[in-house]
Nanobody, 117 residues
Framework: QVQLVESGGGLVQPGGSLRLSCVASGIVFSANSMGWYRQAEGKQRELVATISSGSITNYADSVKDRFSISRDNAKNTVFLQMNSLKPEDTAVYYC???????????WGQGTQVTVSS
């Protein structure tokens, strides 16, 4: 059974920081690209950042220079370090895994991030 379990969300003031974690089980973690997506209320889910199996990273323009994605294959965990948070970063953040061969993809249940004073 595949599980992606996110943690680390919460309420933070503008300018603050949070670190999200996603622990994966039931997949060959090192063979998967991992990603963080977010969905704000009333909006579509959007890409935040991805990291390939070879640790190549990609970021949405809106979070470049503020967020950093990393992975620890020994712990089957992907992280999202979020700095200089803004109210517009408020959303449910979802962890995602993707593998090309054999093709598979999974989602976590999400963790709420609220940026407000």
């Amino acid at each position: 059974q595949v599980q992606l379990v996110e943690s680390g969300g919460g309420l933070v003031q503008p300018g603050g920081s949070l670190r999200l974690s996603c622990v994966a089980s039931g997949i060959v973690f090192s063979a998967n690209s991992m990603g963080w997506y977010r969905q704000a209320e009333g909006k579509q889910r959007e890409l935040v950042a991805t990291i390939s199996s070879g640790s190549i990273t990609n970021y949405a323009d809106s979070v470049k220079d503020r967020f950093s994605i990393s992975r620890d294959n020994a712990k089957n965990t992907v992280f999202l370090q979020m700095n200089s948070l803004k109210p517009e970063d408020t959303a449910v953040y979802y962890c995602n895994s993707q593998r090309r061969y054999p093709r598979s993809g999974y989602w976590g249940q999400g963790t709420q991030v609220t940026v407000s004073s």
